[in-house]
């Protein structure tokens, strides 16, 4: 009986618009604008690269090439250099080739297009050089043996921004609004999950009414339509895992298989929501519709789905709400999991979701069981 339920939950299944285009296109159309809005935003800002500039002499300064020939031998250098003249500089730096021109006269000093995060280091280096090229020229006058132990130590002290990395995971913080898109599929499968009921009471549907005089019993009934429903969503989370890591190149981290697992968990999660909105009360199929649908989309929000750090403005304000948000929830484990070298926050999190899936059918089950009909 419940295999021959199954069976037939799942033939239904495939035949619901709404899974098609809440839990597969829509979920594509979103995470290609995100990559094409977001994708190299974290490049550009955030993560730092060797910084080209051109350095322009009136006359040639050894001290200075001593001190930039250090600073570009090393593993990961602060500058690339090019010595040329005052026009072809002026030229790369029109055509976006270099950063910024060092002019070195009397003291170094810069010429930057725009103010950025990379102008800012060119100029921190110009002034602890300027600060410094009194100290190296007395040595070169009073012991020239010296010379390269002080470079050495100017250079080291000049690379400010030698990467050590406090996590071996992707830090990109752009990389949020993907965790929240799997997040938001995860959710939309509350869809799926009030078919459920919709299917499962009378007054909702025909289907409902042939199967409320069915001798067979409503528990099994339910069981079937929540694991064939279980099975739809797990594919549509396994698909919008592999579409985010290997279609749009969006780095989830070393533990994919974690990855899926979590995606798979988060989206029973989501039916069980479905299921539980549409056991509540009698209303007609368009409001539970759109009570499921607002219910996913504003916890998605508070999760950082629009803006980028609603989640910490929330927890600023009502921390306890990121406990029980499950798009929170959800999107947090996915951080913790890529980011953290340890399992004891990604823990708490699946756990979190597995006892309020329990939780959701449960009562889902019990509100279900308990209807009554008048007539049919």
């Known amino acids: 009986m419940f295999l021959h339920n199954l069976k037939y939950e799942l033939l239904s299944s495939l035949r619901v618009k709404d899974i098609t285009i809440w839990l597969i296109l829509f979920p594509v159309a979103l ?3 995100f990559k094409i809005a977001f994708g190299n935003v974290y490049d550009k800002t955030t993560k730092f690269d060797t910084i080209p500039v051109a350095v322009v002499e009136e006359a040639e300064d050894q001290t200075l090439h001593s001190v930039l020939d250090s ?22 730096l029109r055509d976006g080739k270099i950063e910024g021109i060092l002019n070195a ?30 100290v190296i020229k007395d040595c070169v006058k009073k012991d020239p043996t010296r010379l390269q132990e002080v470079i050495d130590s100017f250079s080291e002290e000049t690379d400010v921004l030698r990467e050590i990395p406090l996590s071996n995971g992707n830090t990109d913080y752009m990389t949020d609004y993907f965790y929240n898109l799997i997040a938001m599929v995860a959710l939309f499968g509350s869809i799926t999950g009030l078919h459920i009921t919709i299917n499962n009471q009378a007054n ?33 989370m396994l698909f919008c895992v592999t579409f985010v890591r290997f279609g749009l190149k969006i780095d ?8 899926y697992l979590t995606a798979v968990l988060s989206g029973i ?24 649908t607002t219910v996913s989309l504003l916890l998605c929000f508070f999760s950082g789905l629009m803006i ?19 798009a929170a929830v959800i999107t947090n484990s996915l951080y913790y999991l890529n980011v953290y070298d340890n399992y004891d926050k990604f823990t708490v999190c699946i756990i979190t979701m597995v006892i309020t899936t329990v939780l959701l059918d449960v009562f889902g089950f019990l509100l279900t069981r308990r209807k009554k009909y008048a007539s049919l």
């Open 308 to 326: 980028a750090n609603m989640k910490v403005r929330v927890d600023e304000v009502f921390p306890l709400f990121n406990r029980i948000n499950p």
């Open 31 to 33: 995470g290609l604008f």
């Open 105 to 134: 006269g009397e003291k170094l000093s810069l010429t930057a297009a725009d103010s950025n995060m990379r102008t800012t280091i060119l100029s921190s280096f110009i002034k602890q050089y300027n600060s410094r090229q009194s």
């Open 204 to 236: 909702l549907s025909p289907l409902g009414a042939r199967k409320c005089c069915s001798p067979a019993p409503k528990s099994i009934s339910l069981a079937a339509s929540l694991c064939g429903s279980y099975i739809v969503q797990t594919i549509c």
């Open 252 to 259: 989830l981290g070393s533990h994919l298989l974690l990855v």
């Open 71 to 92: 600073i570009e031998s090393q593993d990961d250098p602060l500058l690339k250099v090019e010595y040329t003249d005052k026009e072809k500089a002026e030229e790369l």
């Open 269 to 292: 999660l989501g039916v069980s929501l479905g299921f539980f909105i549409g056991s509540v009360g009698f209303l007609k199929t368009s409001t539970k519709v759109a009570i499921s």
